[in-house]
């Protein structure tokens, strides 16, 4: 896991939304969602329920 990795993850959880979290992190949506997947797959586990409105963590997470 990277710092970069837990960056991102630790934006999603506070903004609640991808878009929102990549623009207060200055890269595109698509490269946070990258960083994400990518995190969850090294983990082994979903961390976030993704909705249209938003996400949520999800109990792992």
């Known amino acids: 896991m990277t710092i970069?990795?837990?960056n991102c993850f630790l934006e999603a959880a506070k903004a609640g939304n991808i878009s929102r979290a990549a623009e207060?992190?200055?890269?595109?949506?698509?490269?946070?969602?990258?960083?994400?997947?990518a995190l969850e797959k090294e983990l082994g586990f979903r961390v976030f329920i993704r909705r249209q409105k938003g996400v949520s963590l999800t109990g792992e997470g």
């Open 4 to 6: 970069n990795r837990m």
């Open 24 to 37: 207060n992190l200055f890269i595109s949506q698509q490269a946070l969602s990258y960083q994400l997947n």
